[in-house]
T-cell receptor
Framework: DTGVSQDPRHKITKRGQNVTFRCDPI?????LYWYRQTLGQGPEFLTY????????KSRLLSDRFSAERPKGSFSTLEIQRTEQGDSAMYLC????????????FGPGTRLTVL | DAKTTQPPSMDCAEGRAANLPCNHS???????VYWYRQIHSQGPQYIIH???NNETNEMASLIITEDRKSSTLILPHATLRDTAVYYC???????????FGAGTILRVKS
């Protein structure tokens, strides 16, 4: 399957711990996006990359959050000193930067902070 | 990006057409209407998009009013697998982020 993949699918952690999620986009896609979704709400934009450059960050992305895409391929999202409010589904999407720019989403990583 | 308004939920009988409305009265001339859906426990899935003409693909049809202030997504023969949250999004072409609202929960019933 050549879709967007995310790892892990589920993560349970204790408050104060650090967690890191990985996203592998569709191989030829040069744009990669991170979104967060809480129960009953639509996804909220966090940040996006054009190749390895991080071009936009939402105000939702506090100092405890950092995202990287070092070689313009896979990306990681790290949350330091997790809080219970960080519990959510973290979605990754990728797209080309041309055409209708359709975004393809991965299955998400569900984070539970105890 | 312009805001959209959708009903919170709708029901549809299996095999019938599902018509999902969306209001986007502040849409700008260079903004497109996109529809995505999210089946439970999955990531959102692109359905269709359009600027001002009606569009059709293998999944759905999109009808945009002449003044572009509203649109309707049509699933011609809804199946149980079409039960999902449907999001109407307005954004410029070649834009980056998608701004999701709460969407419409469509329940297809047998």
């Amino acid at each position: 399957d050549t879709g967007v993949s995310q790892d892990p699918r589920h993560k349970i952690t204790k408050r104060g711990q650090n967690v890191t999620f990985r996203c592998d986009p569709i191989s030829e896609h040069n744009r990669l996006y991170w979104y967060r979704q809480t129960l009953g709400q639509g996804p909220e934009f966090l940040t996006y990359f054009q190749n390895e450059a991080q071009l936009e960050k939402s105000r939702l992305l506090s100092d405890r959050f950092s995202a990287e895409r070092p070689k313009g391929s896979f990306s990681t999202l790290e949350i330091q000193r997790t809080e219970q409010g960080d519990s959510a589904m973290y979605l990754c999407a990728s797209s080309l930067d041309q055409g209708n720019n359709e975004q393809f989403f991965g299955p998400g990583t569900r984070l539970t902070v105890l | 990006d312009a805001k959209t308004t959708q009903p919170p939920s709708m029901d549809c009988a299996e095999g019938r057409a599902a018509n999902l409305p969306c209001n986007h009265s502040t849409i700008s001339g260079n903004e497109y209407v996109y529809w995505y859906r999210q089946i439970h426990s999955q990531g959102p899935q692109y359905i269709i998009h359009g600027l001002k003409n009606n569009e059709t693909n293998e999944m759905a049809s999109l009808i945009i009013t002449e003044d572009r202030k509203s649109s309707t997504l049509i699933l011609p023969h809804a199946t149980l697998r079409d039960t999902a949250v449907y999001y109407c999004i307005v954004r410029v072409a070649y834009g980056n982020k998608l701004v999701f609202g709460a969407g419409t929960i469509l329940r297809v019933k047998s």
